[in-house]
């Protein structure tokens, strides 16, 4: 499986911006899909996941009620929407997915995309 993440960019303090997660591939042994991040001198941390057979979301604390992950099978992407987004979100977002019945948390995916760069002005 491969991912194409794209969508990042600079926004003001309290903007918006929609990621996006093409998958290509195998895409039918998909099992979810998740967002992650890395900022300046941070370790990687999980944002959110979504089932690719359901509609079961999952979110870390700093995403929770500002940021929103969807999916889209037809076009086989997953989104997150970020609202109200602040300098501390200003990171490297990666996706990944995984095709092994597991955790959507647990961040040991097997594939992941090349990474989208949000910067957040204040």
């Known amino acids: 499986v491969q991912l194409q993440a794209s969508g990042g960019g600079l926004v003001q303090a309290g903007g918006s911006l929609r990621l996006s997660c093409a998958a290509s591939?195998?895409?039918?042994?998909?099992?979810?899909m998740g967002w992650f991040r890395q900022g300046p001198g941070k370790e990687r941390e999980f944002l959110a996941a979504i089932n690719w057979g359901g509609d079961k979301t999952y979110y870390a604390d700093s995403a929770q009620g500002r940021f929103t992950i969807s999916r889209d099978n037809a076009k086989k992407t997953a989104y997150l929407q970020m609202n109200g987004l602040k300098p501390e979100d200003t990171a490297v977002y990666y996706c990944?997915?995984?095709?092994?019945?597991?955790?959507?948390?647990?961040?040991?995916?097997?594939?992941w995309g090349q990474g989208t760069l949000v910067t957040v002005s204040s």
């Open positions: 990944a997915t995984r095709t092994v019945v597991a955790a959507l948390t647990d961040e040991r995916y097997e594939y």
């Open positions: 591939g195998r895409t039918l042994l998909i099992y979810g």
